[in-house]
């Protein structure tokens, strides 16, 4: 069973799927009404490069990019993944198998170009009236091929299903998998998606602003206190919170706690006695969403010895920004700070 957006992710985007969270595999199975998806991929963000490939081939129904815009094209991208991709023009039809890769697209100010998504794309709102050619594990090839999708562009780690990218691909459909590891690789990815889809200029000053939103919030909240935060994911049978080496795990960092883990590079899955050892000062619900209260933490057996569930200090946070790879990251950090430094003065 694979972890992950983000976007990604990481988190939950859809209860009862496979947990795909950022960073690493969750070795144990969990309950159909547990786990949901964790966008984001196994190998940090590779940097895009840019190699001439085909002629490019204008969109028949929508109006060709501007000259300017085209000129860039054709080119191929080396995706997350390490596969080198042929775009061979500036895509008209676009389609997003990932929440993450959705607002960015949206971000990016070509929002229209958007056929379908995924069932998890729920932002902007714009995206949620789009079609559904994906939910976590499956993808729908036909509807994808009927839609002349010039550009799919995938989540890696698993999220989009390794065999769906390869049929894809074997229709002469270019898909680019992302898969952003670490929260650097979420700007990267930004860059990478941008460069993909002909706005590359646009696609360096969103991530340059990201960049910078995430570099002062992190700075704020180095000068801070660093109790030890236990981030739950999930609870409903066994307990998963960050692996070691997980943008989850970072992302804490990031935000002015010292997080507690799994002990394992790549397991979310944590042992009670094991969290009860490490003993929290502040628990953040992500699982808040899904109806975990700070009252139902306190009634679990063996929690209550816990300082974080002694003092009042399990908290609730905006899962989805926090653990979705895509332009809002900065505001999950900020929604982290703040619920690890209630009252936190912030840039």
Request: net charge negative; proline share 7%.
């Amino acid at each position: 069973m694979r972890t992950a957006d983000l976007d990604p992710s990481f988190t939950r985007e859809a209860r009862g799927r496979r947990f795909s969270g950022l960073g690493g595999r969750l070795n144990a199975v969990a309950s159909a009404a547990a786990i949901a998806a964790l966008l984001a991929a196994c190998a940090p963000a590779a940097s895009p490069s840019i190699v001439p490939s085909r002629a490019p081939v204008a969109s028949a129904s929508i109006a060709p990019a501007s000259p300017s815009a085209a000129s860039a094209f054709p080119l191929t991208l080396t995706d997350d993944e390490g596969t080198s991709v042929a775009i061979p023009a500036e895509p008209q039809r676009l389609v997003s198998l990932t929440p993450g890769t959705t607002e960015i697209l949206f971000a990016l100010g070509i929002g229209e170009r958007v056929l379908a998504t995924d069932s998890a794309s729920d932002y902007p709102a714009a995206a949620v009236q789009l079609a559904d050619v994906a939910a976590f594990g499956s993808v729908d090839v036909e509807q994808i091929v009927g839609l002349e999708a010039d550009l799919v562009i995938a989540g890696g780690n698993g999220y989009t299903p390794p065999d769906a990218v390869t049929k894809l691909r074997s229709l002469g459909i270019p898909v680019l998998v992302v898969y952003a590891a670490t929260v650097a690789g979420v700007s990267d990815d930004v860059e990478l998606v941008a460069t993909a889809a002909g706005r590359a200029a646009e696609g360096t000053e969103l991530a340059a602003e990201m960049r910078a939103d995430v570099a002062a919030l992190a700075a704020a909240a180095g000068s801070l206190p660093k109790p030890r935060t236990f981030y739950e994911v999930d609870a409903t049978n066994q307990i998963y919170g960050p692996a070691d080496d997980s943008f989850l795990a970072e992302m804490v960092e990031l935000a002015g706690g010292s997080p507690v883990t799994s002990g394992s590079a790549d397991t979310f899955e944590i042992p009670l006695e094991r969290l009860i050892a490490a003993d929290p000062e502040v628990i953040i619900l992500g699982d808040a969403a899904f109806g975990t209260t700070a009252e139902a933490v306190a009634e679990r057996p063996g929690w209550g010895v816990m300082t974080a569930v002694r003092t009042g200090a399990v908290r609730v946070a905006d899962d989805k920004l926090i653990t979705r790879p895509g332009p809002r990251l900065a505001q999950g950090l900020r929604s982290l700070i703040l619920a690890i430094h209630p009252g936190s003065t912030l840039p």
